[in-house]
């Protein structure tokens, strides 16, 4: 134990501070770099709500690009169906030929019925007389002075 070096309270006082000033000295331009890192962040972060924002743009240009697409395919289908059925285009809703070709059936088959409601069919000729009838004729040349 004789080579132990005792230190005064100065000396002892001396040596930290040295030692903190050359630490301090390592970590001199700290607060520069944390204003740079801070700035970098702002950046970054700007920089990435400009790129969301072209990025929405760009899904929303998507979007519409592809709507228009299938607008002009549904749009082809429902004028091949129309002309292939003779049914008019703007009647037909489907989104594919085959939904398309249903509803023209649909459309013709309620347009072009074989018997209209309230009609009789054209194979049945009425051959019946009726007495009223021939009242209800004269009645109607007396008032229109027709027939004479």
């Known amino acids: 134990m004789e080579n132990e070096k005792t230190f005064t ?21 700290y607060e520069d770099l944390r204003a740079k890192a ?14 969301q924002k072209e ?5 929303a240009l998507q979007a519409k690009l592809t709507a228009l697409e299938k607008e002009g ?18 009647l037909l809703t489907g989104e594919d030929e085959e939904s398309c070709k249903k509803q023209a059936e649909a459309i ?10 309230g009609t009789r069919s054209s194979a049945k000729k009425i051959t019946e007389h009726h007495e009223a009838d021939d009242a209800m004729r004269e009645f109607a040349h007396q008032i229109f002075g027709k027939g004479e």
């Open 9 to 29: 309270q100065e000396e002892l006082d001396s040596i930290i501070e040295g030692r903190l000033a050359r630490e301090r000295q390592k970590y001199a331009d």
């Open 55 to 59: 990025k929405e743009k760009s899904d």
């Open 108 to 117: 013709l088959k309620f347009a072009k019925p074989k018997n209209y409601p």
């Open 73 to 90: 395919t549904v749009r082809q289908v429902r004028e091949k169906v129309a002309k292939d059925t003779s049914v008019p285009a703007e």
């Open 38 to 51: 801070s700035k970098y962040d702002e950046y970054q972060e700007q920089s990435k709500t400009e790129l």
